[in-house]
Nanobody, 125 residues
Framework: QVQLVESGGGLVQAGDSLRLSCAASGTGRTFSSYAIGWFRQAPGKGREFVAAITWCGGLTDYADSVKGRVHISKYNAKNVAYLQMNSLELEETAFYYC????????????????WGQGTQVTVAS
């Protein structure tokens, strides 16, 4: 079993920056063959892809809506992934989830096997 725990959410002003963390753990597991993704779900909307990265090699992918403002990274030694979000917009208020899957990065929600509980990000004017 894989456990994912997100942290770093909170209330920020539009234009501010925020960094989310996702700590991964799993008994006897190494994550070198996994990818980790970040998704978000705003009230009344579906869960949408934000960014993803492979644990090994650091191949990344970003949603078009966040390119240039968001940076995904990882710290392999501690199995932690980060989502640095800059110039946050009101519409980015959502619950942010990290998820992991075997293999390469994917934008498809159903392609991820394990999910965290999420962390709330609220962007105020």
């Amino acid at each position: 079993q894989v456990q994912l725990v997100e942290s770093g959410g909170g209330l920020v002003q539009a234009g501010d920056s925020l960094r989310l963390s996702c700590a991964a753990s799993g008994t006897g597991r190494t994550f070198s063959s996994y990818a980790i993704g970040w998704f978000r779900q705003a009230p009344g909307k579906g869960r949408e892809f934000v960014a993803a990265i492979t644990w090994c090699g650091g191949l990344t992918d970003y949603a078009d809506s966040v390119k240039g403002r968001v940076h995904i990274s990882k710290y392999n030694a501690k199995n932690v992934a980060y989502l640095q979000m800059n110039s946050l917009e009101l519409e980015e208020t959502a619950f942010y989830y990290c998820a992991t899957r075997r293999g390469v990065v994917s934008r498809v929600r159903d392609g991820y096997q394990y999910w965290g509980q999420g962390t709330q990000v609220t962007v105020a004017s």
